[in-house]
């Protein structure tokens, strides 16, 4: 999601508190993978230690602003999550048609083809980012919407895999990130203050799909 300013005010309180929901999520994943043997849930691990490793090498290579960098790799998860959902959904269009797909007991206790190793991805992703923030910051308020964002949606997406249920209505959630995509790509554009005509071609779409 959206970062917010760096280095804005937060209380100690605040960031214990998020700090420690996210020690015990990730106790908790790390139990059901290494004790109960839920090996499929090991790609929410992957997807945390892929995005912290393209933090690392967006950090050595490009820039260490911490906004910057959580920017960078927040455009690399909405790339990869767009055209990884996209895909989901046009295969299964294709073998089970458009009004069979979105029937609730499909999106309720169906699974398409890709679709939980998407979400676990995905569900490593909002735990990278919420270390990411808590560590340098990047939110402000006493109650940072960003972090609840994040910590709501680990909440449904883990416990939704944990169950296995829900797993086609939230891949169906992520389709905003091919919104969000232009959202981070205009952020990392003004970041390095190219306003060319990409820039403003990119504003005018992602203004446009905003009020659509």
């Known amino acids: 999601m959206p970062p917010h300013r760096a280095g804005a005010a937060a209380g100690g309180d605040t960031t214990a508190f998020f700090a420690a929901t996210l020690v ?28 912290q490793a393209a933090n690392t090498a967006v950090r050595a290579a490009v820039s260490r602003d911490p906004l910057f960098v959580n920017t960078a790799v927040s455009l690399l998860h ?15 269009w294709r073998h089970k048609g458009f009004e069979n797909m979105f029937e609730h007991a499909e999106l309720f206790g169906g699974r398409w ?7 676990c991805f995905s569900s490593g992703y909002f735990a990278y980012d919420q270390l990411d923030m808590l560590r340098y910051r990047l939110y402000s308020g006493w109650i940072p919407g960003i972090l609840m964002h994040h910590l709501i949606l680990l ?34 554009l003004s970041f390095i203050e190219k306003i060319s005509l990409a820039f403003k071609a990119c ?10």
């Open 24 to 51: 015990l999520w990730a106790v908790w994943v790390g139990f059901e993978i290494g004790v109960r043997g839920r090996r499929e849930l090991a790609a929410v691990a992957a997807g945390f230690a892929f995005f």
């Open 78 to 92: 909405s790339s990869l999550t767009s055209v990884s959902v996209i895909f989901i959904l046009v295969n299964q």
């Open 113 to 119: 083809v890709g679709a939980y190793s998407a979400l």
């Open 155 to 188: 909440i449904c997406f883990t416990l939704a895999l944990y169950r296995n249920v829900t797993i086609n209505y939230l891949i169906l959630t992520l389709v905003c990130e091919v919104h969000l995509f232009f959202s981070y790509f205009l952020k990392a």
């Open 203 to 212: 504003n005018r779409l992602f203004y446009s799909l905003f009020i659509y």
